[in-house]
């Protein structure tokens, strides 16, 4: 079985210095174009696929990402992982996840990254949200967030504030007004801040949000079933109902068939996420689209840039935006 090629056949056939070629995989801007040119020729010719290894060793770096997160929305955090691996790979990194959370957070992630030696960090939420954790990394971190978190140099902040009052005024404009709300974890700051836009943009309409009409959930298909039977079990049941999530959104739809409570006909069901869970579900959901994949991938391309040197100066932004379907109508 012949050998895989090496950088030092790619150097002898672009008739270059091996240095000249560990420039180019660098992405060294100390290369011209036409030598440039002609190593990239090079490559393609012999095929050759430049060890991570080798380049760790050369640059001092490891080309390695770390995703850290405690997410239990499988379709989320797919959608995250796909956009940072179609950017990181194209930059020559590759990504290592780690889940983390609880009282140990701060000290387990600063673990994960000396024992894996990644170059930096995307941090997702509740994790990023962690006391200390901003404040205890050495390495360029970029933490995603529903608003500003003190202590990180990057953020990609999304105004879920704004977009729960988005699905209030949704809601409002088909004629609901006994509208149930189902909630994130307490304590959980996308949780409070989907709560507060989407209050606030009832208030504002005159129609405030019935204490009664709250339930605590927890983001998770179980809770969202809790919450549906809590919330449509009696005579006076609400017309419409906000879940935090898709998940939990999931969870009311699955207890409205089970009543024969027919959406939307006779319940109007609204989530946030817009995974592709929204477009699975019968009918499909209206939600609050993030577009996890595009906000995953920009963090991944600003992380790489710091990484190396160049980054840009402030916080990326996410553009939420409503994604209305099958399963909000008419009051």
């Known amino acids: 079985m012949s050998q895989p090629p090496t950088i030092h056949d790619v150097a002898a056939r672009a008739g270059v210095s091996i240095r000249t070629v560990s420039r180019v995989l660098n992405r060294s801007t100390k290369v011209n174009s036409e030598t440039r040119a002609r190593i990239d020729a090079a490559i ?38 796909r956009g940072i691996v179609a950017a990181a790979s194209a930059r020559g990194y590759e990504m290592v996840v ?15 990254a000396r024992r894996t ?68 974890p307490p304590g959980l700051l996308s949780a409070s801040e989907r709560r507060a836009g989407f209050a606030e943009a009832l208030a504002a309409a005159g129609a405030p949000l019935d204490p009664a009409l709250v339930v605590v959930g927890d983001y998770r298909f179980a809770g969202g079933v809790a919450a549906g039977e809590a919330l449509l079990a009696g005579n006076d049941r609400p017309t419409a109902i ?30 946030f996420d817009g995974s592709a869970l929204a477009t699975m579900l019968t009918p499909a959901l209206t939600t609050v689209a993030r577009p996890l994949g595009d906000m995953a991938a920009r963090a991944a391309e600003r992380l790489i840039d710091a990484i190396e040197g160049e980054a840009a100066d402030g916080d990326l932004a996410a553009t939420l935006t409503l994604q209305i379907a099958e399963s909000t109508g008419p009051a």
Not at 98 to 112: K, L, R, S
């Open 44 to 81: 393609a010719a012999l095929g050759f696929s430049p060890s991570l290894r080798a380049r760790a060793l050369a640059t001092g770096r490891s080309f390695l990402i770390g995703l850290v997160h405690d997410d239990p929305n499988a379709l989320v955090l797919d959608a995250v992982q």
């Open 98 to 112: 780690h889940p983390a959370g609880g009282d140990a957070a701060v000290e387990d992630i600063a673990a994960f």
């Open 117 to 184: 030696r990644v170059d930096g960090l995307i941090v997702l939420p509740p994790v990023c949200e962690a006391a200390g954790l901003a404040e205890s990394l050495s390495i360029p971190t970029i933490a995603f967030a529903a608003a500003r978190i003190a202590g990180y140099a990057t953020m990609l902040v999304s105004d879920e504030r704004e977009a729960a009052g988005e699905v209030a005024r949704h809601l409002l404009s088909l004629g609901h007004r006994r509208i149930g709300f189902v909630s994130g």
């Open 242 to 271: 906000f879940a935090s999530n898709d998940v939990m959104a999931a969870g009311v739809l699955k207890v409205a068939a089970r009543m024969n409570i027919a959406v939307p006909a006779d319940l109007s069901v609204a989530g």
